[in-house]
């Protein structure tokens, strides 16, 4: 019985964007690393990535108040610190994936004056604060 082997199509007929991908090898993952504030009634986790900050914001207990009008809580807490051009996007828990916090993500803001203040000091002092239980 013969083998059959089947040609790999010559490198000319591959796109060029194919064959770049071909020649930097796979693509590299790497861990998010999070820091975390324990404040007295929520845990937030907060990373840069790239020109971005995204936050997670942990109760430690659950909110007295509806999801909806925690993320409204959320959204008035944070609306004063930034910026009007700057995107913040804010994601409520999804409890099928057993992910019971919100996620607040502001994008590219790094490197704008005074985003380092109001990303790793003023927004994780306000997040901490927020009363979601009276």
């Excluded at 790239?50 to 509806?66: C, E």
């Excluded at 994601?91 to 996620?103: I, K």
Aim: hydrophobic fraction near 35%; glycine fraction near 2%.
């Amino acid at each position: 019985m013969e083998k059959i082997e089947k040609a790999a199509p010559p490198e000319e007929e591959l796109p060029p964007a194919l064959q770049a991908a071909e020649a930097d090898g796979p693509p590299v993952i790497s861990p998010v690393e999070y820091k975390t504030v324990d404040a007295k009634n929520v845990k937030i986790e907060w990373t840069q990535r790239g020109d971005d900050y995204i936050y997670q914001w942990h109760p430690k207990r659950p909110p007295k108040y509806a999801e909806d009008s925690v993320t409204t809580m959320i959204v008035s807490a944070v609306d004063p610190i930034m910026p009007r051009e700057t995107h913040v996007y804010f994601d409520l828990p999804n409890h099928e994936m057993r992910m019971n916090f919100w996620t607040i993500r502001v994008e590219k803001i790094a490197g704008r004056p005074g985003a380092k203040v109001a990303c790793e000091e003023t927004m994780l002092k306000i997040l901490s604060e927020i009363d979601v239980w009276t």
